[in-house]
C-alpha cells in the first residue's frame, strides 16, 4: 500500500475522510505535515511520522495529553495511529508568534508574556512520569556537537581541544542540578508558538513540536524563547523578561541569571553543532545561514559574570563563523558521514 493510501485508510472513518489535503511547512525533523481541508472550510493537521525514519508519535502523543490537562494549547489529538506513524490534530492556524511579531513588532512584549505564563503554568505543575532527564551528562553531549560538527566542519583539522572543553563545562554544569527540574519543551521558540489571542491567559500560546520534552532547568525553555537562532530579539526584551520571570517564579534573580547564561551558552553551542550537521550530514545548507547570528548569542552569554574559563575555551577553540568557514560548511552539504 502506498503512503498515500495509508493516510486515506488511516482517515476512513472520521468527519476528515473526504478532506483535501495541502502539504505544510515542517522542521528540522523527518516528519512530514499535511492540512486537510472540508468543503465547509474547517481544517485539521495530518502529521505523517514514518515508522521506518525512526520517528514516533507516541511522545508527542502523550506531551499534549500532559499540557491540555493543564490548561494549555496543545494541539487536540483527533485520531491516532502510532504503528503506521499517523497523527491527526486540531489547527491551531498560522499566527506563529515569528509572523506576527514581524508584522507588528510592536506585540513582541505580550506575546513573549504570554509565552512566559505558558511555562510558569507548565513548571507550577507536577511532570508527567517517564520523561528523561536533560542532566549534566547529556548537556555535555549536546555541547560537544559544536566540536565535532562545527569545528571540525569549519577548520578541516578534526576535533581539536575536547577533553579541556569537557573538563572546563562540566562542573559549572553540574551546578544546575540543585535546581528541583520542570518539564521542559527544549524547542520554545517563535517558529513553534502560536498567538491565539481568542483564548485566555496562559492558553493563548499555542504550542508545537514538544515531543522532546525532557526534565530540566526551569531557564531552559526561556533561554529557548528569548535567545532565538531564528529571529532577532531585542536584547533589552530579554534583559527585562529574565528577573520579571524569575522574581514571579520565587527565585533569586542573579542565581536564575547565571543559571540563564550558562545554559544558553550550553544551547547555542549544541545549535552550532546541530546547524552545522543538517548541513555536511544532512544536506540542509540553509541552516548555515542561521549559524552568525548563534554564535553572536553564545558570545554574549560568554560576556557575562562568571563564565570567564569557558570564554577563553571556547573562544580559542572554535573559529569565528566568517563568510569562508560558512561556505565552507555549505560546500560540504551532504558529504560528511556521522563522526
Not at 506575546?111 to 532527564?133: I, S, W
Not at 521542559?184 to 498567538?195: G, S, V
Request: some cysteine; aromatic content about 8%.
Amino acid at each position: 500500500m502506498s503512503r498515500d493510501a495509508e493516510k486515506r485508510a488511516f482517515l476512513s472513518g472520521t468527519d476528515w475522510a473526504g478532506a483535501e489535503l495541502r502539504p505544510l511547512a515542517g522542521d528540522a525533523s523527518l516528519r512530514s505535515y499535511q492540512r486537510l481541508h472540508r468543503a465547509d472550510g474547517s481544517t485539521a493537521v495530518l502529521m505523517d511520522a514514518p515508522p521506518g525514519s525512526g520517528e514516533d508519535i507516541r511522545p508527542f502523543c502523550a506531551m499534549a495529553r500532559h499540557l491540555t490537562a493543564l490548561g494549555l494549547s496543545a494541539p487536540a489529538l483527533l485520531k491516532e495511529d502510532a504503528g503506521a506513524g499517523l497523527l491527526l490534530l486540531e489547527d491551531l492556524g498560522d499566527a506563529l508568534y515569528a509572523r506576527v511579531i514581524a508584522e507588528d513588532p510592536a506585540l513582541a512584549a505580550p506575546l513573549y508574556d504570554a509565552a512566559a505564563e505558558a511555562l510558569r503554568v507548565l513548571h507550577a505543575a507536577p511532570p508527567p512520569e517517564g520523561l528523561a532527564a536533560y542532566d549534566t551528562g547529556i548537556m555535555t553531549q549536546m555541547s560537544v556537537l559544536a566540536y565535532t560538527w562545527y569545528q571540525a566542519g569549519a577548520t578541516g583539522q578534526g576535533v581539536r581541544n575536547l577533553p579541556f572543553f569537557v573538563t572546563t563545562l562540566q562542573p559549572l554544569l553540574a551546578a544546575l542540578e540543585a535546581e528541583p527540574p520542570v518539564v521542559i519543551l527544549r524547542d520554545y521558540h517563535a517558529e513553534n508558538l502560536l498567538w491565539l489571542p481568542d483564548r485566555a491567559g496562559a492558553a493563548r500560546t499555542g504550542l508545537l513540536d514538544f515531543q522532546d520534552a525532557m526534565l530540566g532547568h526551569p531557564a531552559y525553555d526561556l533561554v529557548s524563547m528569548l535567545q532565538d537562532a531564528r529571529r532577532d530579539v531585542d536584547p533589552a526584551l530579554e534583559d527585562a523578561m529574565v528577573p520579571r520571570f524569575a522574581a514571579a517564579t520565587g527565585r533569586d534573580p542573579d542565581t536564575f541569571r547565571r543559571a540563564y547564561d550558562l545554559l544558553g551558552v550550553q544551547r547555542n553551542l549544541r545549535i552550532l553543532g546541530v546547524f552545522a550537521r543538517l548541513s555536511m550530514h544532512y544536506g540542509r545548507p540553509r541552516y548555515v545561514d542561521f549559524i552568525p547570528r548563534v554564535w553572536g548569542l553564545l558570545c554574549r552569554s560568554l560576556d557575562r559574570p562568571g563564565l570567564e574559563p569557558l570564554r577563553e575555551r571556547l573562544l580559542t577553540d572554535l573559529p569565528e563563523p566568517t563568510p569562508e568557514i560558512l561556505q565552507t560548511l555549505r560546500d560540504k552539504c551532504a558529504t560528511v558521514p556521522q563522526p
